[in-house]
Each structure stands twice: as structure tokens, then as C-alpha cells.
């Protein structure tokens, strides 16, 4: 398995699906891994469960990360990225469904990076998220 | 005096020598006396003789008095005073001291006292008369009589004034006692021993004790532990101070039952008067608002908080709309998208042109989603009104507006300059956008179009409109230009969602103004509101 560069949790199977396609078409789906809900991500994040052997040098370059999960939701997610040593440097960028979402100030507070609100036409979408992956992996060079 | 010496005279007579020195006597006696003398007949009243007094004084000669009478003479203008001298001589033989007025020669009129006897002179009765004037002691007489007749009537009138003043003060005792007795004010005077002296009849009431049981006693008898109390001390204070004092005071009476009453103490000379006012019921009402608005306070907590409430509920469904409505829109539209771009071969037009309206019916409801929301959060964003420069304010959104637009539109602003107003910049900057897109959008179909742009004053606000020369409208659907998602046109003839107007018209509201419209089909529409003035 390759290095993973962009860590992508998203409950909504059709979000990811399309979200996925719109980066294969920017050439960044190999790096990409997707996590299907904040549970799995926290178990991602703190190696348990599924994830309790894999290697913590194993850092993303970025996360992409849905606010409105089942269970646990995006802003816990992001705040415990943003408290632990290891993943507080990696740009996080959250994806919301709408600009009316009430948590976008607390995740700024919290240190999000950015935010983008996925746009229901798919012209639209395939561009925003494409240059999203763009931005966020060529051009914004992480802090090491 | 003179009857003596006649007597004397008289047996004298019988001698001729010692008669003759005698009547030399009586001559000199006679004529050269300080008092007027005069002899008279007794039965005619003629002058006999008279001396040079009597003459100087009467202002006659010798000559033209005698052989004339007093009233020949109108010597003696009150006759009825010599009458009186008449008399006295025919019943004793003598008057003395008798005062009459007479008048002189030149009329003057003076006061003598006059007395007469009888005498027989010769065999002849006679009347020897002598008067003293007595003018100036009469005048000073009449003088201390005017006077005093004057300081009686002044004393009278004093009298009479002290009398009328007694009666006054009287009936004004009574007055202000009967007044005092029953006015609806308490009224008490308590004297420096504490005890009551006076007190009214609505003192008795609000007392809960008569007049009988109070007055003689003192406040400690009658209220026991009153010493403890807020009157108490205002009391000795007025005591002892001697300034009025004003109090509102709770008072529990030793039934245990309480009233509020407003207390004026002031000093007078006995001790302290007390004016007081029962204001148990107003006390009692105030306490019933009191506590009315601390409930009512305590509903409105509630009630804000069941606001605050449902906002958060509507808040939240708002972001569940958008956010779940928008979700599966996206899978259809991506999806969609998906076999536009990767199935084309494989479908015939028909299936195309069916990919084709579902990703244009999908796009469509995601702007409808988002001008929902957009309106809703009118409602929720708020920021202090402030003043709104017009002028700049339409030239920007004229550029936005224009930014994407190769038209040749003409805007003509009124006098180049519009009238500042009071509103939420934001919220107004949208209003002149959402004005100024639809001329533009609803003229696109006339060869030239003009968009007038203008404000006024009327009353206490600012007028403005937005005039194009574009479509217009029918006036019958009126009621329906300002609904949300209520379009007057179809979406061939102009694309839009509806929500522009709706937007304008929440905004307006919120601002207390008003928005309205003219319109004549084919001709053009104008659209106005109105906003606060920036001095009100």
C-alpha cells in the first residue's frame, strides 16, 4: 500500500463516490483513503481496532473531512486532529452541505484550514473538489 | 354780689352823701367791670343800660341799644335760650350761669354765660344782667366734644370691627375645625408628653380607636411597642429638631393587621401635627403589579426562551434542509453527470435529452434550496441600522450588476444624487441588487433599455424607486408580486425562482417600510419603497 496523502472521511456513500471520481479525474485517487464515519476515523487517528498495526509515520499530507457523520461527528474528528502531537500540523479542509452549517465558526476556532460547501450541480462539484485536491496538494506545501 | 350791694344800695338810699358816693361806685362798678353788664326792663326787655364792654362786645353803640330790646336788636338768635333765663328769674329771681349764643352787630355769632336778677331800680323792675364771653372756652369746648365725638366713633367703629374680626376668626375656627374634623387626610396634633390632643374623624378610622379613646392618652398606651417603630422615631425627631418630616410608613396595628400609610410631621407649638394618608390600597395594588410583573417578567423569560427555541429548532431544520435536501440532489445530479459523461454511447437521443432535464431540474431545485435559505436567514441577521450613502451604494450594485452584462443599458439617476437613509447596508444593498437585476432581466426584450433610479421625501421617510420600460405586468396579479416563489412569468419568457421580491419586501419590512409597485403591461414597471430618514 502506497503512503497515504489524502485521508478522506465521509459517511455519505454518493458524496464519496463522486468526490472520489472527481479526484481519480485529477490523477489524486491512488494517494487518496477513505474512512466511512468518525468512529472509523478516530480509530484511524489513535490506531485501534482495524487500524491498531498501522505504522504512525503513515502521515496524510491532508484531510478532507465531512461535518455531518452518524455517531461522531466532523467537528470532534477535527478536534481531536488538531489536540493530538502527531496530526495537528496537517491541513484539514471541511466539507459541508451547506454555507448555513452553524459549526463552520467552531471549526475554524478549532483550526480548520478551510472549508467548502459541495455544491449540488456536478459541474460544479467535480471543479471545486478537483481544485480543491489541487490546492491543498501541489501548490499549499504542508509544514514538516 | 350785686344783689347784695343793690340790697346794700338800697338801704344806703335814705342817706343823700353816702348815696351819692354809692352811685358813683355802682357807676364805676358798673360801666368799667370786664363783664358785660346791662340792666334791663323787666317787662319790655328794653336796654336800660349797658356798659362798654356790653357795647364793645355787641359791636352796637350805646345809643342804638338802649331803649331796644335783645330781639330788636337780634342780639339773640336762639330765643328760646333766654326764655329759659326768664323763667329761672320769675321762679328763684335770679339765673346764673346760663350759656346762650349771641349774635353781634357785624353777624358773628358768640358764646356768653349769662346771669341775671331781678332788681327794682327806682321803683321800676329791672332785669341786671352781666355776661362773660365764653366763646373760646365753648369753641374749645365744641372742639373736645367734635373731638370726642370723632373718638367715639372710632371707638365704635373699633368695636364694631373687633367685633366683626371675634366673629370672623370664630366662624373661621369653626371652618378650619370642621374642615380639619373632616377632611380624608388623618389629622392628629400630639403633644410633647405624647399624649393625643386632637385628631380628626379619619384619624379615628385609620387609627382603628375614637376620639374618646385616644385623646388625654398617650401613643404608647394605645400602641403598645410603638416605640420600636419608624413613626416613633420621626416623631421625637420632629420632637426635637423641629422640621417637618415626610414618611411613607408600614404600620402594624396591634390587631396584627398592616397599613401603609404617607406621613407629613411638622411641629407646631404644642408638639407635633401629623397629617396622614391611607394608602393601604394603592400599597396593596402596587404589590399586586409587583408581583403581576415579576410573573409576567417571568413569562416572558419563558416564553423568550421557547423563542430562542424554536429559532435553534428552525435554525436547525433550516441546516437539516439544506443539508439533506441538497445531499441526495447531488447524487442525482452527479450521477447524471456521471453517465452524460462516460455512457453517452450507449444511450439514444430520447435517454440524452431525459439525462439532459434531470440535470437541469436538479441544478433548478438547488437554486430554489439555496433562495430558501438565503430568505430565511434574512430573519436572522442583524446588525445596528446605520446611514446608507445611496448614491454610492447603487453605483456599486449598478456595477456588479452590469459586470457580466454586454447590453447597452441606460441608468439615469435623478439629479445624480440620491437622499441618504437610515437601514442594514447589507440587507439594502440586496434590495437595490434584486431591483436593479429584474429591470434589467424583465427589459431584455425592448431595443433600448432606460432604468431610472430616483428618491424623494414624503412624510417621515425616504422614498425610492427603480422605473424600467421593460414587460411590466398585469396590475390583477398584484397580490401575488411579492410572494416568495410566486413569478408572474414563465421560465421561458424569464429565468428566475421567484424569491427576489420576497427578499425585497422582508427586507423593507424589517426596515418599517413599505414596498409597492406600478406596472402597465408592455410598458414598464416601477417599484418603490420607503425607509426611515436618517434624522428619525
Same mark, same amino acid.
Not at chain 2, 432581466?441 to 424623494?456: D, F, L, Q, R, V
Given at each position: !500500500?502506497?503512503?497515504?496523502?489524502?485521508?478522506?472521511?465521509?459517511?455519505?456513500?454518493?458524496?464519496?463516490?463522486?468526490? !472520489?471520481?472527481?479526484?481519480?479525474?485529477?490523477?489524486?485517487?491512488?494517494?487518496?483513503?477513505?474512512?466511512?464515519?468518525?468512529?472509523?476515523?478516530?480509530?484511524?487517528?489513535?490506531?485501534?481496532?482495524?487500524?491498531?498495526?498501522?505504522?504512525?509515520?503513515?502521515?496524510?499530507?491532508?484531510?478532507?473531512?465531512?461535518?455531518? !457523520?452518524?455517531?461522531?461527528?466532523?467537528?470532534?474528528?477535527?478536534?481531536?486532529?488538531?489536540?493530538?502531537?502527531?496530526?495537528?500540523?496537517?491541513?484539514?479542509?471541511?466539507?459541508?452541505?451547506?454555507?448555513?452549517?452553524?459549526?463552520?465558526?467552531?471549526?475554524?476556532?478549532?483550526?480548520?484550514?478551510?472549508?467548502?460547501?459541495?455544491?449540488?450541480?456536478?459541474?460544479?462539484?467535480?471543479?471545486?473538489?478537483?481544485?480543491?485536491?489541487?490546492?491543498?496538494?501541489?501548490?499549499?506545501?504542508?509544514?514538516? | 354780689?350785686?344783689?347784695?350791694?343793690?340790697?346794700?344800695? %338800697?338801704?344806703?338810699?335814705?342817706?343823700?352823701?353816702?348815696?351819692?358816693?354809692?352811685?358813683?361806685?355802682?357807676? /364805676?362798678?358798673?360801666?368799667? @367791670?370786664?363783664?358785660?353788664? @346791662?340792666?334791663?326792663?323787666?317787662? &319790655?326787655?328794653?336796654?336800660?343800660?349797658?356798659?362798654?364792654?356790653?357795647?364793645?362786645?355787641?359791636?352796637?353803640?350805646?345809643?342804638?341799644?338802649?331803649?331796644?330790646?335783645?330781639?330788636?336788636?337780634?342780639?339773640?338768635?336762639?330765643?328760646?335760650?333766654?326764655?329759659?333765663? #326768664?323763667?329761672?328769674?320769675?321762679?328763684?329771681?335770679?339765673?346764673?350761669?346760663?350759656?346762650?349764643?349771641?349774635? &353781634?352787630?357785624?353777624?358773628?355769632?358768640?358764646?356768653?354765660?349769662?346771669?341775671?336778677?331781678?332788681?327794682?331800680?327806682?321803683?321800676?323792675?329791672?332785669?341786671?344782667?352781666?355776661?362773660?364771653?365764653? &366763646?373760646?372756652?365753648?369753641?374749645?369746648?365744641?372742639?373736645?366734644?367734635?373731638?370726642?365725638?370723632?373718638?367715639?366713633?372710632?371707638?365704635?367703629?373699633?368695636?364694631?370691627?373687633?367685633?366683626?374680626?371675634?366673629?370672623?376668626?370664630?366662624?373661621?375656627?369653626?371652618?378650619?375645625?370642621?374642615?380639619?374634623?373632616?377632611?380624608?387626610?388623618?389629622?392628629?396634633?400630639?403633644?410633647?408628653?405624647?399624649?393625643?390632643?386632637?385628631?380628626?374623624?379619619? =384619624?379615628?378610622?385609620?387609627?382603628?380607636?375614637?376620639?374618646? *379613646?385616644?385623646?388625654? +392618652? /398617650?401613643?404608647?398606651? +394605645?400602641?403598645?411597642?410603638?416605640?420600636? /417603630?419608624?413613626?416613633? +422615631?420621626?416623631?421625637?425627631?420632629?420632637?426635637?429638631?423641629?422640621?417637618?418630616?415626610?414618611?411613607?410608613?408600614?404600620?402594624?396595628?396591634?390587631?396584627?393587621?398592616?397599613?401603609?400609610?404617607?406621613?407629613? #410631621?411638622?411641629?407646631?407649638?404644642?408638639?407635633?401635627?401629623?397629617?396622614?394618608?391611607?394608602?393601604?390600597?394603592?400599597?396593596?395594588?402596587?404589590? *399586586?403589579?409587583?408581583?403581576?410583573?415579576?410573573? =409576567? *417578567?417571568?413569562?416572558?423569560?419563558?416564553?423568550?426562551?421557547?423563542?430562542?427555541?424554536?429559532?435553534?429548532?428552525?435554525?436547525?431544520?433550516?441546516?437539516?434542509?439544506?443539508?439533506?435536501?441538497?445531499?441526495?440532489?447531488?447524487? #442525482?445530479?452527479?450521477?447524471?453527470?456521471?453517465?452524460?459523461?462516460?455512457?453517452?454511447?450507449?444511450?439514444?437521443?430520447?435517454?440524452?435529452?431525459?439525462?439532459?432535464?434531470?440535470?437541469?431540474?436538479?441544478?433548478?431545485?438547488?437554486?430554489?434550496?439555496?433562495?430558501?435559505?438565503?430568505?430565511?436567514?434574512?430573519?436572522?441577521?442583524?446588525?445596528?441600522?446605520?446611514?446608507?450613502?445611496?448614491?454610492? =451604494?447603487?453605483? /456599486?450594485?449598478?456595477?456588479?450588476?452590469?459586470?457580466?452584462?454586454?447590453?447597452?443599458?441606460?441608468?439615469?439617476?435623478?439629479?445624480?444624487?440620491?437622499?441618504?437613509?437610515?437601514?442594514? %447596508?447589507?440587507?439594502?444593498? %440586496?434590495?437595490?441588487?434584486?431591483?436593479?437585476?429584474?429591470?434589467?432581466?424583465?427589459?431584455?426584450?425592448?431595443?433600448?433599455?432606460?432604468?431610472?433610479?430616483?428618491?424623494?421625501?414624503?412624510?417621515?421617510?425616504?422614498?425610492?424607486?427603480?422605473?424600467?420600460?421593460?414587460?411590466?405586468?398585469?396590475?390583477?396579479?398584484?397580490?401575488?408580486?411579492?410572494?416568495?416563489?410566486?413569478?408572474?412569468?414563465?421560465?421561458?419568457?424569464?429565468?428566475?425562482?421567484?424569491?427576489?421580491?420576497?427578499?425585497?419586501?422582508?427586507?423593507?419590512?424589517?426596515?418599517?417600510?413599505?414596498?409597492?409597485? *406600478?406596472?402597465?403591461?408592455?410598458?414598464?414597471?416601477?417599484?418603490?419603497?420607503?425607509?426611515?430618514?436618517?434624522?428619525?
Amino acid at each position: !500500500m502506497s503512503p497515504i496523502e489524502i485521508l478522506f472521511v465521509e459517511d455519505n456513500m454518493d458524496d464519496a463516490t463522486l468526490t !472520489m471520481r472527481a479526484l481519480k479525474k485529477s490523477g489524486l485517487s491512488n494517494v487518496l483513503f477513505h474512512l466511512k464515519d468518525g468512529a472509523e476515523a478516530l480509530d484511524f487517528i489513535y490506531r485501534k481496532g482495524i487500524y491498531a498495526s498501522r505504522n504512525i509515520e503513515d502521515r496524510p499530507k491532508l484531510i478532507l473531512l465531512d461535518l455531518k !457523520m452518524p455517531k461522531i461527528s466532523g467537528i470532534e474528528v477535527l478536534e481531536k486532529i488538531k489536540s493530538h502531537p502527531f496530526y495537528k500540523a496537517i491541513p484539514v479542509v471541511i466539507l459541508t452541505s451547506s454555507k448555513e452549517d452553524p459549526d463552520i465558526k467552531r471549526c475554524y476556532e478549532l483550526g480548520a484550514n478551510s472549508y467548502i460547501v459541495k455544491p449540488v450541480e456536478s459541474d460544479n462539484f467535480f471543479h471545486t473538489i478537483k481544485e480543491l485536491g489541487m490546492y491543498w496538494m501541489i501548490l499549499n506545501q504542508p509544514p514538516h | 354780689m350785686l344783689n347784695n350791694e343793690s340790697l346794700h344800695f %338800697q338801704t344806703l338810699s335814705e342817706s343823700g352823701k353816702k348815696i351819692e358816693t354809692s352811685q358813683k361806685v355802682f357807676y /364805676t362798678v358798673f360801666h368799667k @367791670s370786664p363783664v358785660m353788664n @346791662s340792666i334791663t326792663d323787666a317787662i &319790655t326787655g328794653k336796654f336800660i343800660e349797658v356798659n362798654e364792654n356790653f357795647v364793645r362786645f355787641c359791636g352796637y353803640t350805646k345809643e342804638e341799644t338802649i331803649g331796644k330790646s335783645s330781639l330788636e336788636l337780634n342780639l339773640i338768635p336762639h330765643p328760646e335760650q333766654r326764655a329759659k333765663i #326768664i323763667t329761672s328769674i320769675k321762679e328763684k329771681g335770679y339765673s346764673s350761669d346760663v350759656v346762650l349764643e349771641v349774635q &353781634t352787630k357785624s353777624g358773628e355769632f358768640k358764646w356768653v354765660s349769662v346771669s341775671a336778677h331781678a332788681v327794682n331800680i327806682n321803683g321800676r323792675n329791672c332785669f341786671i344782667t352781666a355776661m362773660v364771653d365764653v &366763646t373760646e372756652r365753648k369753641k374749645t369746648e365744641e372742639l373736645l366734644l367734635q373731638a370726642n365725638k370723632k373718638l367715639e366713633a372710632l371707638n365704635a367703629d373699633l368695636e364694631a370691627k373687633v367685633e366683626e374680626r371675634t366673629k370672623k376668626i370664630i366662624a373661621d375656627e369653626k371652618r378650619f375645625r370642621l374642615t380639619l374634623d373632616n377632611m380624608l387626610e388623618g389629622a392628629q396634633i400630639i403633644g410633647f408628653d405624647w399624649r393625643y390632643i386632637y385628631v380628626n374623624k379619619a =384619624l379615628e378610622k385609620q387609627g382603628k380607636y375614637s376620639k374618646e *379613646e385616644l385623646l388625654g +392618652k /398617650t401613643m404608647m398606651e +394605645k400602641y403598645p411597642g410603638i416605640e420600636e /417603630t419608624d413613626v416613633f +422615631k420621626s416623631i421625637q425627631q420632629c420632637f426635637n429638631e423641629r422640621v417637618a418630616i415626610l414618611k411613607e410608613i408600614e404600620f402594624t396595628f396591634p390587631d396584627k393587621t398592616i397599613g401603609w400609610f404617607e406621613l407629613k #410631621i411638622q411641629p407646631v407649638p404644642e408638639g407635633v401635627f401629623i397629617l396622614s394618608v391611607d394608602i393601604t390600597e394603592r400599597k396593596k395594588a402596587e404589590l *399586586e403589579i409587583k408581583k403581576l410583573n415579576e410573573e =409576567l *417578567e417571568q413569562k416572558v423569560t419563558e416564553r423568550t426562551a421557547q423563542l430562542i427555541n424554536v429559532n435553534k429548532e428552525l435554525e436547525s431544520f433550516t441546516y437539516t434542509v439544506s443539508h439533506d435536501l441538497r445531499a441526495p440532489l447531488r447524487a #442525482i445530479n452527479g450521477y447524471a453527470k456521471i453517465l452524460q459523461e462516460d455512457y453517452t454511447s450507449v444511450l439514444d437521443n430520447d435517454g440524452l435529452s431525459s439525462l439532459a432535464a434531470i440535470l437541469n431540474n436538479s441544478k433548478k431545485m438547488g437554486e430554489l434550496i439555496d433562495d430558501l435559505l438565503a430568505f430565511s436567514r434574512l430573519g436572522r441577521l442583524s446588525s445596528p441600522p446605520s446611514e446608507i450613502n445611496m448614491t454610492g =451604494l447603487i453605483k /456599486t450594485v449598478i456595477e456588479e450588476e452590469m459586470a457580466d452584462n454586454s447590453r447597452d443599458i441606460v441608468f439615469v439617476v435623478q439629479n445624480q444624487d440620491l437622499i441618504p437613509a437610515m437601514g442594514e %447596508q447589507v440587507l439594502i444593498k %440586496q434590495v437595490w441588487a434584486n431591483l436593479i437585476s429584474n429591470a434589467i432581466k424583465y427589459s431584455k426584450y425592448k431595443p433600448k433599455t432606460i432604468i431610472e433610479i430616483g428618491s424623494y421625501y414624503k412624510d417621515d421617510r425616504v422614498i425610492y424607486y427603480v422605473k424600467d420600460n421593460g414587460s411590466g405586468f398585469d396590475m390583477k396579479y398584484y397580490d401575488k408580486l411579492f410572494g416568495v416563489f410566486q413569478r408572474l412569468h414563465s421560465q421561458e419568457e424569464f429565468e428566475g425562482t421567484g424569491i427576489g421580491l420576497a427578499i425585497v419586501k422582508k427586507v423593507i419590512q424589517r426596515h418599517n417600510g413599505h414596498v409597492w409597485a *406600478e406596472s402597465i403591461l408592455n410598458e414598464g414597471s416601477c417599484f418603490y419603497f420607503s425607509l426611515p430618514t436618517i434624522n428619525s
